[in-house]
């Protein structure tokens, strides 16, 4: 990959020299934070944002301030990083695993209600890729049930379903600023929302349970002298220590007021792969398929391999040797992993058969996981990204 030191110019260095100035003054006031927390909420109109020291903290703390608990299911995609399944299990629920679409590659509608129960207290769809999932009926069916709905964005920044942004449909949005990521504070979240007392309960979580923290600030001291009174009580939560560095959070919000620029980078990568595999690429490869009336923030540009005969690592090994930059895989369905066995440990513990982890839990992404290709979308100049679309052609034409 090549140098990708251009996310990260000026105004990065300005906020982040404006807080070390401040010798950290605001570190538990939240200056940066709250300048943040405003810009973002202003960007995706939600009454409310808070930020977190991870994307993975983001999504624990959501579920639990939705009331997630012992016993509880989530429905979650089998086919995404393994911070969602382990969100869930920081809860001590269980994650019930939904199939993916063969096209979309996102969480299948069909097969989520399909796997609803009496225990079954959210659904955590997972925007892959930049693309959203079919919120329309994953709403539909979520009233349908009486079930809250966390939308994990961190693939997705600015995408759109039916004009509808990414994570501000369900009960909760929640973003990455993990250095992957379209922005990035090395690491980091944010969630959106409008509903103030779940805000509320939220930033309590995430700051130790300080009572004077709220919805809207994440400043703990009112006063100086009130906070050093040896009868003053400052915690009316039980609560977790998430809070994002202000350093961080300088970083973030100059980030964030590049928002734009850095996804329509990426959306135009994502385009010259485009044209690529419609004029190349029939019968080989087939991208990820995008409704009509939606929008990708193209995080990567995935695409899975149609031809039996190809193998993934000898498409991989050509592409790059046609110059195009490593291509990576997709990880293992999460059933699929080792830390899948604390699933299988919850479920005993509450007298529950334990969930069989062999295959055919989800036909659909077992048959896709192994033949995704994900290319990289996060080029600079528009020479640098001709240079992919351009080894991606010649990757084509030589299975061909």
Known sequence: MGDLSWRFGKKER??????????????????????????????????????FNSGTTTLHASLWALGVGYGDEVLV??????????????????????????????????DLESKITTKTKAIMPVHLYGQM?????????????????????????????????SGTI????????????????????????????????????????????????????????????????????YGFMYRLPEIAAAVALAQVEKMETF???????????????????????????????????CWTFAAKIVDESI??????????????????????LLYNEGSALEIQKLQTQMGLDPMDCSQGICPNAESIQPRLLQFTANQNTLEEMEIQAEALSKTLRYFK
Request: net charge negative.
């Open 14 to 51: 300005e906020y982040v020299e404006e807080v070390l100035s401040s010798g950290f003054a605001s570190s538990t006031s939240g200056s940066m934070n709250s300048r943040l927390e405003e810009e973002f909420a202003k960007a995706h109109g939600k009454n409310f944002a808070i930020t």
């Open 77 to 110: 995609t089998c086919l995404t990083v393994i911070s969602c399944m382990n969100a869930i299990l920081y809860c001590n629920a269980i994650p019930v695993f939904v199939d993916v679409d063969p096209d979309t590659f996102l969480m299948c509608p069909k």
């Open 133 to 165: 999932c079919d919120m329309t009926e994953i709403m539909r069916i979520a009233e349908k049930h009486s079930l809250a709905v966390l939308e994990d964005c961190a693939q997705c920044y600015s995408a759109k379903h039916n004009n509808q942004i």
């Open 170 to 237: 369900g009960d909760i949005g929640s973003w990455s600023f993990e250095n992957s990521k379209h922005l990035s504070c090395g690491d980091g979240g944010i969630v959106c929302l409008d509903d103030e007392e779940i805000a509320d309960y939220l930033r309590k979580l995430s700051t130790q349970g300080f009572k004077n923290a709220t919805a809207k600030s994440g400043k703990i001291r009112v006063s100086k002298d009130l906070f050093q009174n040896p009868s003053y009580t400052r915690h009316s939560h």
């Open 263 to 297: 996804v329509s980078r990426r959306q135009k990568m994502g385009s010259l792969y485009n044209e690529v595999v419609e004029f190349d690429g029939k019968g080989i490869i087939k991208q990820q398929f995008l409704p009509s009336g939606d929008e990708s923030a």
């Open 311 to 332: 193998i993934w690592a000898d498409f991989r090994e050509q592409h790059i040797s046609n110059g195009g930059e490593p291509i990576y895989a997709a990880w293992a």
